[in-house]
């Protein structure tokens, strides 16, 4: 499968501890993105890193990748509990215009 | 800016009837992306398309499934006949114009939810 896959599946925290999910993938790619997904709605994209970048912020997030590993990483730093979601890495391959998902992750984070 | 929008939200039919999903992407998009979400399967790429061609139906579950973009506003998934295992959310997305096939961002509708008894 080219799909990312996300790791842990499922994260229950604190409000205000930092989450870190993680996404690991098979073949090289020209760029990796992260979205997210309140329960009955469609996804939401939520940041963006080129295969020629190692690191990236956006507010509270921060997204690294490490393509010698092919793993990404979200962090999350201070969490709240409306960051309850599901959160879901795409990959784009070569000179495909498809982003491909991995099965998600859900993290839960408690007030 | 109304988003990609798709009808139905909600469709529930039984098992032989024909259905048929709807999808209207951004204005101004040209690549169009339908998706289906199941607990087992995850997020699954059906097909997309790009300037109305599709490009990729190696999603497509069988020959049930069709999908079609007659312009540049809209698309339809078409399942027929259904099955109850064809019951998921079917999510359509579109994506700004790129280059040399760099996916950007996606922007997905509100997804229609499919139960087929």
């Known amino acids: 499968s080219q799909q990312g896959e996300e790791d842990p599946q499922a994260l229950s925290i604190q409000e205000g501890e930092n989450a870190t999910m993680n996404c690991s993938y098979k073949t090289s790619i020209n760029n990796l993105q992260w979205y997210r997904q309140n329960s009955g709605r469609g996804l939401v994209h939520l940041i963006l890193i080129r295969s020629n970048e190692r690191e990236k912020h956006s507010g509270r997030l921060r997204v690294t990748l490490d393509t010698s590993k092919k793993s990404s990483s979200l962090l999350i730093t201070a969490s709240r509990a409306a960051d309850t979601a599901s959160y879901f890495c795409g990959i784009s391959q070569g000179g495909s215009e498809k982003l491909v998902f991995g099965k998600g992750m859900k993290l839960t984070v408690n007030p | 800016d109304a988003g990609v929008i798709q009808s139905p939200r909600h469709e529930v039919t039984e098992m032989g009837q024909e259905v048929t999903l709807r999808c209207k992407p951004i204005?101004?998009?040209?690549?169009l992306f339908w998706y289906r979400q199941t607990m087992m399967r995850g997020l699954e790429l059906l097909i997309y398309?790009?300037?109305?061609?599709?490009?990729?139906d190696s999603g497509m579950p069988e020959d049930r499934f069709s999908a079609k973009m007659p312009n540049a506003s809209f698309s339809t998934l078409k399942i027929q006949p259904s099955e109850p295992r064809d019951s998921a959310v079917y999510f359509c997305a579109s994506s700004f114009p790129t280059s040399r096939g760099n996916t950007g961002e996606l922007f997905f509708g509100e997804g229609s939810r499919l139960t087929v008894l």
């Open positions: 204005s101004g998009h040209n690549s």
């Open positions: 398309f790009n300037n109305n061609v599709p490009i990729d």
